[in-house]
């Protein structure tokens, strides 16, 4: 609880109609997720039980209806010292968080952007829901280097698999998903003998070119009968000129890291989270954080005129770019963690005036299993009605905001 917020801060939550008592509450619930990942892959260790957990942590947990894996406890409690915790067996992630992702509705051979990635709570459930039994990949974007070295820590501390990450601007980042691991490579890998090379999605780049891509479901500029023979020294110095152009991931499995980097519609993005960079003001812990270490760095980092200025056309940059990267018949999630209305139902009610057309506002799967905190009143309560929020109060989770846009097949 926080009980003297800096007079700065507190004109800021005026401004932007955010109730200064969620600061107040008290009986804040810490949320955590056991990783599943852990047990797709290592098959001899079996999930703590809730159990086990309440003695490593020393306290009760409950169970979250609705959520698999999740638990609640009181607030005052910490996981770091608790070995589940320190083996990568559970990670801290805030329910809100957890409903975003579930309401990406994850499917085994989904291609996943995740847009502002770092440090990266989202992104380990994104892959525990996503599994190892199909084809899906997740590329995981962060501007911030300092950030995204945190994310691959977690990525390797939870045994993350099939995600790469990039240092990238996510306003203009253009890497479409990656190829590898597409069903229909896999279909003509079943038939027998093609594979990939950097250059299109077959096997081309030695001796025994076979290409069996020849259809209109390869980019392959090899598509003619007569592979073998046209294999002559300009197609080898594309192949080079076209590996040399590849963005290098700053990590990725071996399988991502040389992708041919397609740009074509089949390869734009099944789901995409833009979890957008914001004030952070309904993260309580972030905060928390602040009161510890001085108001002055807050008001610095996050309430300088300037960046408050700018975050708005940010985020509807993101937005915007993450919309380019999706696929028809996707689905995708604008997320963030200030109760804002300027960061979320205005940049919302822009993108959909703007992008009438082509997207639709959807219902969060479930939605009706939780509580929320109330909505805003806005001139255009009805476009916005299915956007949702969650605060300290009324939910029993960080302050937050979620909205599920569908992109018109
Ligand atoms: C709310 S945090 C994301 C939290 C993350 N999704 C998670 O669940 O751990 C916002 C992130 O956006 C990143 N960011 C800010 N501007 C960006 C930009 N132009 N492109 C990509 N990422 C950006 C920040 O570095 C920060 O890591």
Request: net charge neutral.
């Amino acid at each position: 609880m926080i009980t003297k917020l800096p007079s700065a801060f507190l004109e800021f939550l005026q401004e932007n109609e955010i109730d200064p008592n969620i600061y107040t509450v008290k009986n804040m619930t810490r949320y955590v997720r056991i990783n599943t990942q852990y047990y797709h892959e290592f098959e001899e260790f079996s999930p703590p039980t809730q159990q086990e957990l309440e003695t490593q942590i020393g306290t009760k947990l409950w169970k979250v209806d609705g959520m698999d894996g999740f638990y609640g406890m009181d607030w005052k409690n910490k996981i770091n010292d608790c070995l589940a915790y320190k083996k990568g067996k559970i990670y801290g992630i805030d329910l809100s968080s957890g409903i975003a992702v579930k309401s990406l509705d994850i499917q085994p051979n989904d291609h996943i952007l995740d847009l502002c990635c770092a440090p990266g709570a989202k992104l380990c459930m994104i892959s525990d829901l996503l599994g190892i039994n199909g084809s899906g990949t997740i590329t995981g974007v962060d501007i911030s280097r300092t950030r995204i070295s945190t994310c691959k820590n977690i990525i390797k501390k939870y045994k993350i698999s099939r995600t790469r990450l990039f240092v990238a601007d996510g306003t203009i980042f253009n890497i479409f998903a990656p190829s590898f691991l597409d069903p229909i490579i896999k279909q003509v890998m079943a038939r027998g003998g093609v594979v990939m090379n950097n250059n299109c999605n077959c096997e081309n780049d030695n001796n025994n070119y076979n290409c069996e891509n020849n259809n209109n479901n390869c980019n392959c500029e090899n598509n003619n009968n007569n592979n073998d023979s046209n294999r002559n020294s300009s197609s080898i110095r594309k192949n080079r000129e076209q590996r040399e152009k590849l963005v290098k991931p700053f990590w990725a499995p071996k399988i991502l890291r040389t992708d041919p980097q397609i740009k074509d519609f089949r390869y734009l993005y099944d789901k995409v989270i833009v979890d957008a960079e914001c004030t952070h003001d309904g993260s309580i812990s972030h905060i928390l954080k602040y009161e510890k270490c001085g108001w002055d760095k807050f008001e610095k980092n996050f309430l300088n005129p300037e960046r408050l200025n700018n975050l708005g056309d940010l985020q509807r940059n993101l937005l915007n770019n993450g919309w380019a990267l999706l696929k028809p018949g996707g689905i995708l999630i604008y997320s963030t963690c200030s109760l804002s209305r300027k960061q979320n139902e205005d940049v919302i009610e822009w993108f959909l005036l703007n992008h009438k057309d082509e997207a639709k506002l959807e219902i969060i799967p479930d939605i009706e299993n939780f509580n929320l905190a109330p909505k805003i009143i806005n001139s255009n309560q009805d476009l916005l009605s299915n956007v949702v929020r969650f605060d300290p109060i009324h939910s029993n989770t960080s302050g937050f905001f979620l909205a599920r846009i569908r992109k018109f097949e």
